[in-house]
């Protein structure tokens, strides 16, 4: 185990290296810099360069690189230029909060709506519930969670006046948001779970379970869901990292200070130190998830075990 | 027991001996299937049609393509025909589902934006299932070091926020289909990647598969014969949500301003206009709605049927 | 085995939750008691802001926003009046020499920053020479280098402190000697780079300067009591301000709120005074007393580029130039409040002897579909009979890209002509008109002072550059040179209404579109909240509160 958990940490952080690298060059394609301005246009081209200088980004590219990486070695993720002089990880630590907390809301309801559904569904195969369940879980992922925001904003914040219409000051203004983000995984989630347990239930062991005369619940909980839960897990990362890009639209509607509506800015801004902190720090955040779930396949099916080699 | 006998001997009555005759035993008929041999896709198509929610939602989607390549020339306007006279009218006989801001058509633009919404969308999906079908059954099949390659470029690649990479293309290319279709395919396949190949993984083991290759079974015919239809459920599944977040993505390049260019629309295009004006101009946003809704019911109900239909192990 | 797999989920779910729970509480804490304060009778003004706050640094900063909050808590020698007119604030006045070249500023009595020191004249002579020092300058430093005799010499490096016309005699008294005759320079002593800075208090920060509410020094009539780039700020009354009296609001909250839709949900419940329409909501609020528009000093155009087919042919951006309606544009498409335009300066910038430049020189361009037909004619027989494919260069924000929708389909409706459009983020479209990658494009430019020269020193064309679609026309260039050194204010102006009328009526080198402007809901109890057209907007030190 020892072997394996350091195998993999070589290996993410070759992953993160080139990540990182590719980034960084992909990034310094985008035309402009991020003092692009109507107010700058008119500077002859040496003045640009000497205003360009000041910050560094007048050398090549790949000096600019190994520069970047040798303080990015040091822990030094550098300054924003569009935030000027902020330093990138305490932007980014700033605005983790809202976006963590929505995000994980989200997906501990989604999961936990979207599992029970999928059993419902699964287990009243072709009744009203399983149909009830899958129209439900199809209007999820039909509906552009930007206007289930509007609306929620619109009718229950504003018009019902139960919940705050916008703003990050309480727990209560993360209910609305973490409402409109979760349509979306509960859909996603109860699907493969309607799915998966239907193949499980007509699965030998199952029969054997039942045979032994164990009820349906007891089969369902100790045999069924651990090998239906496969399938989720395997789509939990991804789903994971899309809620945290995918809040930007549910942030900036509700006007929450979050991670997503950093990303779009700052590339729009061509914020180069604050494009790669967020980059690097969603490629850590994701292959650490990827890595959990790989954990994960091994402690929920025994068939599977991880080794070092892969 | 004697009541039995009785039931017997009436029946004897009415069917005496001399109505049946011997025939002798036909050697090579008795091994025949009467049954005319089906293939697999008729088998399917067979049970298929016994799913009424499946077909309707076939009709349904039927309707929507016919109408999304017919609907245009329904009536005199064209997509991109302005009328500043006539911005923001309801809907009424003129123009059927009302206009937007630029006095344009709303039933034109609707099945116009359709169209490019299933085409964009269609054409990722069949890429994203081609190459993620592929690379994942590569990688699980082979396993070891080859896996943990294919493994490690996944996650290179997951871990590029997309959105870099979409920005970038759109800044190389012209932006507009063929780019957002691109950007689309480039990050969209590794899910499905992903998800075919823990499945194959899970198969590798099953005793069938075992069995086959014992019977000397090539690699191919292990992967086409036994792999892939039991794997059909989770690709139609992940197809049917490809759809719509091609939809979806398409639509949040909208909202975020690098969506298809002017004065083309798509239903992320039109879903986003009536989105800002939704407060009071409501139908700007509900007949696009109603039509993503539709279509993303239809093509899960169908995805639903087709797994019933063809995945092997839903037979009954 | 299995009650060890429960125990691990139960064990995970715990921590996550932990986790994401200290980072609630942090935020938790801004908390607003914007009800409380209602209650204590306290004057409480809520507003929005656009976006996220870039840089409260004075020295560095370019966007409005910074410089909308800016102008609230920090005070130059002058101020705009509601009519945009500059009268004394820091200065108490001012001595003008006869050849209009040195300014000799008197500062007022009892001007104090927010730690209780007193302001003085080397406070501007400090903050002025920072804004110019190649180390610290930023990209606003040529609206001082530019008027400021050795001013540019010393911002390229090539002088020294005392080359610069900037002198502080005593600490209430300061001179400045400026390049050319510049009627509009107290006006520019409001603007944000010209704000004072106390050296022992930058010192005292360095590089922590302006990063939180506590980093910066205040003059102006409030301080920041809060400072988020993400949230936004709050302010209350600054009690060292010298004209406190008149000061009516005690505290203002301004948050980020980034859709339009959300800002108008806040209003109606209460929770802001006041708030930018978008233009699809106007037509719902147009009748009510709680609606207006104001209109800026920024000109949107098509900037056509000469050095590109087929726009090097005049008739040909003639034809372009007259085959649209701004009017529809304005009305029907944007309706937001803009302006159709049919010059280049906006409408009540000014002039000469209080009368508006647009007043004096009237419009330029008149739309004209069949004369624009008659030139494309003209122009096609000499380009040799075909047009190459066009594309229209834009940015992707809603509103460019309704407009370029707008030309779009006007051209082919006018001309028929085949336009397609080419959408790029800002800064996209700013590094392909620099890099010459462009045929005709939507821009526009947002006057940094009030007077003409602010937009018409842009296409001198010395070099020709292509941002400025490669203008080049000496008779332009000498016209826009002899006004600047032109001592007789008439003169000027009629050099520089010739200037506009070449620049687009003899070259047709631009096509007009409109005047930026926005549709709003305000409070009606809420009075006097002046907007400027240009420079550091927004100003609530005249807000008064109608009970």
């Given amino acids: 185990m020892k072997k394996f958990i350091l195998v993999r940490v070589v290996n993410i952080l070759i992953t993160l290296l080139i990540i990182a690298t590719l980034t960084f060059f992909l990034m310094k394609t985008l035309p402009g810099s991020p003092f692009d301005e109507e107010k700058l246009a008119d500077l002859t081209e040496e003045a640009r360069m000497e205003f360009l200088a000041r910050y560094g980004l007048d050398e090549p590219v790949h000096v600019q690189y190994f520069k970047y990486m040798a303080n990015l070695a040091k822990g030094d993720l550098g300054l924003s230029y569009y935030y000027k002089e902020q330093p990138v990880s305490s932007i980014i630590l700033e605005r983790i909060g809202p976006s963590a907390l929505i995000g994980f809301q989200a997906v501990v309801l989604g999961l936990s709506i979207g599992i029970i559904l999928g059993m419902i569904a699964a287990f009243r195969h072709n009744t009203v519930w399983d149909y009830f369940t899958m129209i439900i879980a199809v209007l999820g992922v039909s509906i552009p969670n930007f206007v289930l925001a509007a609306f929620l904003q619109f009718y229950v914040g504003l018009k019902m006046g139960i919940l705050p219409v916008a703003y990050w000051e309480s727990y209560d203004h993360s209910i609305l948001p973490t409402i409109a983000l979760t349509v979306g995984v509960i859909a996603q989630i109860a699907r493969f779970m309607r799915n998966e347990m239907l193949e499980v239930l007509q699965q030998d062991y199952i029969m054997t379970a039942q045979a032994k005369g164990l009820g349906d619940w007891v089969v369902m909980i100790r045999h069924a869901i651990r090998n239906a839960l496969i399938p989720i897990v395997t789509i939990l990362g991804p789903i994971v990292v899309s809620l945290m890009t995918g809040s930007l639209v549910i942030e900036s509607i509700f006007s929450i200070p979050g991670i997503g509506s950093l990303f779009v800015d700052s590339i729009k801004m061509n914020d180069y130190t604050t494009i790669m902190g967020l980059t690097l720090f969603y490629s850590a955040f994701f292959i650490l998830a990827i890595l959990i779930v790989d954990i994960l396949y091994g402690i929920i099916d025994p068939r599977i075990r991880v080794h070092g080699k892969g | 027991m004697k009541e039995q006998t009785k039931q017997l001997e009436e029946q004897h009555e009415i069917f005496p001996d001399e109505m049946f005759e011997i025939v002798g035993r036909k050697e090579d008929e008795s091994e025949k299937i009467n049954k005319p041999v089906l293939s697999n896709w008729q088998d399917g198509w067979l049970r298929l049609k016994q799913n009424k929610a499946a077909i309707v939602s076939l009709f349904v989607i039927f309707i929507i393509v016919f109408l999304s390549f017919v609907g245009p020339y329904f009536n005199e306007y064209s997509y991109d025909q302005t009328d500043y006279d006539n911005v923001y009218s309801e809907p009424s006989k003129e123009h059927w589902l009302g206009t937007d801001k630029f006095g344009r058509d709303q039933w034109t633009r609707l099945w116009e934006g359709t169209r490019i919404s299933l085409y964009i969308a269609v054409l990722a999906a069949v890429l994203d299932i081609m190459i993620g079908i592929t690379y994942g059954a590569i990688s699980a099949w082979k396993g070891g070091r080859v896996d943990n390659i294919m493994q490690r470029i996944i996650e290179v690649l997951v871990g590029i926020p997309n959105l870099i990479i979409i920005i970038l293309l759109i800044m190389w290319m012209s932006p507009g289909i063929m780019t957002i279709m691109l950007a689309m395919v480039i990050t969209g396949w590794v899910n499905m990647a992903r998800l075919v190949r823990g499945q194959v993984f899970k198969l590798k083991t099953q005793e069938y598969v075992l069995a086959s290759r014992a019977l000397g079974a090539s690699t191919s015919r292990i992967i086409l014969g036994h792999m892939l239809p039991n794997t059909f459920g989770i690709i139609i599944i992940n197809l049917m949500f490809t759809i719509p977040s091609a939809i979806f993505t398409e639509a949040f390049l909208s909202f975020i301003g690098l969506g298809l260019q002017e004065p083309l629309a798509s239903l992320g295009v039109l879903i986003n206009d009536g989105y800002h004006a939704m407060r009071n101009q409501f139908y700007l946003l509900a007949y696009p709605a109603i039509v993503i809704v539709a279509l993303m019911v239809s093509f899960n109900l169908l995805a639903d049927g087709l797994r019933d239909a063809f995945d092997p192990r839903m037979r009954k | 085995m299995k009650r060890n797999f429960w125990k691990k989920w139960g064990i995970l779910f715990v921590l996550v939750l932990l986790l994401s729970a200290c980072g609630f509480s942090k935020s938790s804490e801004s908390s607003s008691s914007q009800s409380e304060s209602d209650r204590s009778g306290k004057k409480v003004l809520n507003l929005s802001l656009e976006n996220d706050i870039p840089d409260l640094n004075q020295v560095t900063t370019t966007d409005g926003i910074s410089f909308d909050i800016l102008n609230n808590v920090m005070e ?216 207006g528009t104001v209109t800026e000093f920024t000109s949107w155009y098509l900037q056509f580029n000469l050095g590109k087919e087929p726009f090097d042919n005049f008739n040909i951006r003639k034809a372009f130039q007259l085959a649209y309606d701004p009017k529809l544009l304005a009305t029907n498409v944007l309706n937001n409040g803009s302006e159709p335009a049919y010059s280049l300066l906006p409408p009540g910038m000014h002039g000469v002897d209080g009368q508006p430049f647009r007043d004096l020189a009237g419009e330029v361009i008149e739309p004209d579909f069949e004369k624009a037909k008659e030139y494309l004619e003209k122009g096609l027989e000499e380009i040799g009979g075909e047009l190459p494919p066009i594309e229209l260069l834009t940015a992707d924000d809603t509103v460019a890209k309704d407009t370029a929708t707008f030309v779009q389909s006007q051209l082919k409706e006018n001309l028929g002509v085949d336009v397609s459009i080419v959408t790029k983020p800002y800064s996209g479209r700013l590094d392909s008109m620099r890099e010459d990658d462009y045929q005709f494009v939507i821009s526009k430019w947002g006057a940094d002072y009030n007077d003409a020269m602010t937009y018409l020193a842009l296409w001198v064309g010395e070099p ?46 631009l096509g007009p579109l409109y005047y930026e402007g926005s549709a709003y809901l305000q409070k009606s109890y809420i009075k006097n909240l002046v907007l400027h057209p240009y420079g550091a907007r927004l100003d609530l030190k005249y807000v008064t509160f109608d009970e």
Avoid: C
Avoid at chain 3, 164 to 179: F, H, R, S
């Fill in chain 3, 76 to 291: 130059g020698l002058y101020r705009l009046d509601a009519d945009n007119n500059p009268q004394p604030a820091m200065a108490e006045s001012v001595d003008i020499s006869d050849d209009k070249l040195t300014y000799t500023f008197h500062l007022r009595d009892g001007i104090k920053w927010s730690n209780g020191e007193e302001v003085t004249a080397h406070d501007f002579v400090f903050s002025w020479l920072r804004a110019l020092h190649p180390d610290t300058a930023g990209s606003y430093s040529f609206i001082i280098s530019d008027y400021i005799k050795g001013a540019e010499a010393y911002a390229n490096g090539e002088a020294t402190e005392e080359e610069v016309g900037i002198k502080a005699l005593n600490d209430k008294t300061l001179i400045v000697e400026l390049n050319d005759p510049t009627p509009f320079f107290l006006g520019l002593t409001a603007f944000a780079t010209y704000f004072p800075l106390n050296e022992d208090f930058i010192n005292e920060v360095g590089d922590q300067f302006a990063l939180d509410h506590e980093s910066i020094l205040y003059n102006g009539p409030f301080v920041l009591t809060e400072y988020d780039q993400a949230v936004g700020v709050k302010m209350e009354k600054n009690e060292h301000y010298w004209d406190i009296e008149n000061v009516e609001v005690d505290e203002i909250s301004m948050r980020v709120i980034k859709e339009k839709s959300t800002e108008l949900n806040l209003y109606e419940s209460g929770e802001l005074d006041r708030i930018t329409l978008s233009s699809n909501d106007v037509d719902e609020f147009r009748d009510s007393e709680e609606y």
């Fill in chain 3, 464 to 509: 020709a550059i292509p941002f400025r679609g490669n203008y080049h026309n000496p008779e332009y260039m000498n016209l826009v040179y002899k006004a600047q050194e032109e001592k007789d204010e008439h003169k000027r102006i009629e050099m520089l209404m010739e200037a506009e009328r070449i620049l687009l009526e003899e070259d047709a080198v």
